[in-house]
């Protein structure tokens, strides 16, 4: 309790001599610097909110992204292209691509060990018959003489349904040939 004395006895002799005021404005961070630039102080500043660097690495992803979606879409076929160009040419394709499919089909089912050459053969003509096909589907896109392009790619189409006639031809020729022999054969 004494020292409880001591100590009211002391607030009372300082009694009005107490600063009570606030202090001005920037006061701690004048306090800050000349408390670093005596003692040598590095002082560490709250870093302030930047928006670039978020900003740049969304723009970054954004940008990523847009270049892969443009390597990703879908660029129109070459038959797609050949309908933009002339309707026609499509419809014609298609009938001519189905026709020739079924007699390829039919000639495969007609294959024995007699005419597999001939059916081998025929085939290869085919292929090369399709490449040749397919530069005059590249020359008329490239925009040359699409009247002068679209009349051989017809007689590509016509030769191809031509060869597959023949062939048929020649195997019926065969079979006939077989069935004729066999006959005459007596046991």
């Known amino acids: 309790m004494k020292e409880d004395r001591i100590i009211e006895e002391m ?8 600063d009570t005021e606030e202090p001005e404005a920037g006061h701690e961070q004048r306090f800050l610097e000349k408390l670093s630039n005596v003692n040598g102080v590095v002082r560490l500043t709250p870093k302030k909110h930047s928006w670039w ?17 443009s390597l990703y879409t879908n660029q129109p076929t070459i038959d797609e292209q050949l309908a933009e160009i002339s309707p026609e040419v499509s419809q014609t394709q298609f009938y001519f691509a189905s026709l020739i499919e079924d007699q390829i089909k039919e000639l495969e089912n007609e294959s024995t060990p007699e005419t597999k050459k001939l059916v081998d053969d025929a085939l290869l003509q ?4 399709e490449i040749n096909y397919k530069k005059l589907e590249q020359d008329l896109l490239n925009g040359g003489n699409s009247k002068l392009i679209l009349s051989a790619m017809i007689t590509n189409y016509q030769t191809r349904i031509d060869l597959l006639q023949e062939v048929m031809d020649k195997i019926e020729n065969i079979k006939t040939l077989k069935n004729y022999d066999d006959e005459n054969i007596t046991i």
């Open 11 to 18: 607030f009372k002799t300082l009694k009005g001599s107490f």
């Open 53 to 69: 660097r978020p900003l740049s690495i969304a723009a970054s992803i954004m940008l990523l992204f847009a270049v892969g979606a």
């Open 126 to 129: 085919l292929n090369k018959l």
